[in-house]
């Protein structure tokens, strides 16, 4: 089945709202969450758990490698407009968990003191609600007991009210509202509970076989011969699904809901379903900078003025020799920089040098030049230059030589001899003995094809006992 086309005002709103949507996710803060050192196996399947609970504004298919430091992810931040680092260490004495501000801290680190991963909280429930598009929106955070003294509680507070996005109560939307992230602080133990909740919104004033009869799914009413006795005798619930109901969770619905049978305007109850992990935390120390800076304060150690005081002095040292280190290797730097250039310079000039003087200069003149003595006479022999035969035209033939008995004559000249003796004395040329000599020696001289000299090897060159057929007697 085709889908219908959307009109016109509906496609425009829906280009109206795209840069409203980039711009909230910018603003929105983003989390990173993920281990340092080794965690082992149950940790890092709680790590996949937080993710979830952070969701849609984190990298829940972040890849943590081994060797991977904490610049590492410091550096990828900023693009992708992170503002909170959520790391999972492990020790000999206990599992932490630090939460840091980017860029410049502070950084708080809790003691995992107990967890519960989201698979055993599901194994546990009868009637799990743990659908995907639950995890589209933000959750809701409600904080619980965090109106103590001191400046510890009023910066872990405000620690966690920044990791997530602010709501605004006149534009919200009810229906984005589908998980609720619950802090409970207890200042008796110094302790921190986070718990992870799905919430549903149900109708109120009806009974429990009408409500069943408008969820999406439909109940089995074999058994009964008219809808009457289903309505009446309450679907036949079990008791598991019966549900308490009371003026706590009963509230006035100010908007049209998604959900059946809630309507604007009437009552609805609120119910609650967990989701997981379970987290139980205590806050250890608070450090300034990111991991790195002055402890603001610790749990367990108390030092003296005088003690904060050396440490300062310290880092402010430390701070000046890793200051003074770095403009020291930036002048290193610059300086084999220019070094380079210098000697790139000098290389091609030279190379060029060489090129000129090659051009000019036999080798043994190089050799001279670059190893600054004479060369022995074996190793660069003087050549001896041909001599060029003196062209008395444009184009001088060579004279054919003619091998004999006793000496080596010339053809041409004996040919002129005889004809210049016959032409002065009147006389014709008579053919002579040494004429046929010197025909037949030409025809011996002659360089003659290989292919012919090697006679080829026919049928009929074969012996006459091979060259007869084969036959009876």
Same mark, same amino acid.
């Given at each position: 089945m085709a889908r219908k086309k959307k009109g016109k005002s509906a496609r425009k709103a829906q280009q109206n709202q795209l840069p409203n949507q980039e711009e909230e996710y910018r603003k929105a803060p983003h989390t990173f969450v993920f281990p340092?050192? +080794?965690?082992?196996?149950?940790?890092?399947?709680?790590?996949? #758990?937080?993710?979830?609970?952070? /969701?849609?504004?984190?990298?829940?298919? &972040?890849?943590?490698?081994?060797?991977?430091?904490?610049?590492?992810?410091?550096?990828?931040?900023?693009?992708?407009?992170?503002?909170?680092?959520?790391?999972?260490?492990?020790? #000999?004495?206990?599992?932490?968990?630090?939460?840091?501000?980017?860029?410049?801290?502070?950084?708080?680190?809790?003691?995992?003191?107990?967890?519960? &991963?989201?698979?055993?909280?599901?194994?546990?429930?009868?009637?799990?609600?743990?659908?995907?598009?639950?995890?589209?929106?933000?959750?809701?955070?409600?904080?619980?007991?965090? %109106?103590?003294?001191?400046? +510890?509680?009023?910066?872990?507070?405000?620690?966690?009210?920044?990791?997530?996005?602010?709501?605004?109560?006149?534009?919200?939307?009810?229906?984005?509202?589908?998980?609720?992230?619950?802090?409970?602080?207890d200042p008796d133990t110094k302790t921190l509970e986070l718990r992870h909740y799905n919430v549903r919104i149900v109708p109120v004033g009806m009974s429990r076989g009408v409500k069943k009869l408008i969820q999406a799914k439909v109940p089995d009413m074999g058994r009964f011969t008219d809808i009457s006795e289903y309505v009446y005798r309450d679907g036949n619930l079990s008791e598991s699904e019966v549900e308490l109901e009371g003026p706590d969770s009963e509230v006035v619905v100010p908007q049209h809901l998604g959900s059946r049978g809630n309507i604007k305007s009437a009552k609805s109850a609120v119910r609650l379903t967990e989701l997981g992990p379970r987290l139980t935390l205590q806050l250890v120390k608070i450090e300034e900078g990111l991991c790195n800076g002055e402890v603001l304060f610790h749990e367990f150690i108390q030092k003296s003025a005088h003690e904060m005081e050396s440490i300062k002095a310290f880092r402010e040292k430390k701070r000046k020799l890793k200051e003074s280190r770095r403009q020291q290797q930036l002048q290193n730097v610059k300086r084999k920089e220019k070094e380079k250039e210098e000697h790139k310079k000098k290389s091609l000039s030279g190379m060029k040098a060489? /090129?000129?003087?090659?051009?000019?200069?036999? #080798?043994?003149?190089?050799?001279?030049?670059?190893?600054?003595?004479?060369?022995?006479? /074996?190793?660069?022999?003087?050549?001896?230059?041909?001599?060029?035969?003196?062209? /008395?035209?444009?184009?001088?033939?060579?004279?054919?030589?003619?091998?004999?008995? %006793?000496?080596?004559?010339?053809?041409?000249?004996? +040919?002129?001899?005889?004809?210049?003796?016959?032409?002065?004395?009147?006389?014709?040329?008579? +053919?002579?003995?040494?004429? #046929?000599?010197?025909?037949?020696?030409?025809?011996?001289?002659?360089?003659?094809?290989?292919?012919?000299?090697?006679?080829?090897?026919?049928?009929?060159?074969?012996?006459?006992?091979?060259?007869?057929?084969?036959?009876?007697?």
């Open positions: 340092r050192g +080794h965690v082992g196996k149950n940790i890092r399947q709680l790590i996949r #758990d937080v993710r979830r609970v952070m /969701e849609p504004y984190t990298a829940s298919k &972040l890849q943590a490698g081994k060797k991977n430091v904490l610049k590492d992810y410091v550096s990828v931040a900023g693009p992708l407009h992170v503002t909170h680092f959520l790391m999972f260490t492990k020790t #000999d004495l206990a599992n932490n968990l630090k939460v840091a501000r980017l860029p410049k801290g502070p950084t708080l680190t809790f003691k995992l003191k107990n967890y519960c &991963l989201v698979a055993d909280l599901i194994s546990s429930l009868k009637r799990p609600n743990y659908e995907q598009k639950q995890f589209m929106h933000p959750p809701l955070l409600v904080m619980n007991n965090f %109106s103590g003294e001191g400046l +510890h509680t009023k910066l872990m507070t405000t620690m966690f009210q920044n990791m997530f996005p602010s709501l605004n109560v006149n534009k919200i939307k009810l229906n984005t509202i589908k998980r609720c992230l619950l802090l409970n602080y060489k /090129e000129a003087d090659s051009d000019s200069m036999d #080798d043994a003149d190089y050799y001279r030049q670059e190893v600054g003595q004479e060369p022995d006479p /074996e190793l660069f022999p003087k050549r001896k230059k041909r001599k060029q035969p003196i062209q /008395e035209g444009p184009v001088q033939k060579k004279s054919k030589t003619l091998l004999t008995n %006793s000496k080596t004559k010339s053809f041409s000249k004996v +040919h002129e001899k005889k004809m210049g003796a016959a032409g002065k004395k009147g006389q014709t040329f008579k +053919h002579t003995k040494r004429d #046929d000599q010197v025909k037949n020696f030409k025809r011996r001289t002659k360089p003659m094809n290989k292919a012919k000299r090697q006679p080829k090897r026919t049928f009929k060159s074969q012996s006459k006992k091979h060259s007869k057929p084969r036959g009876r007697k």
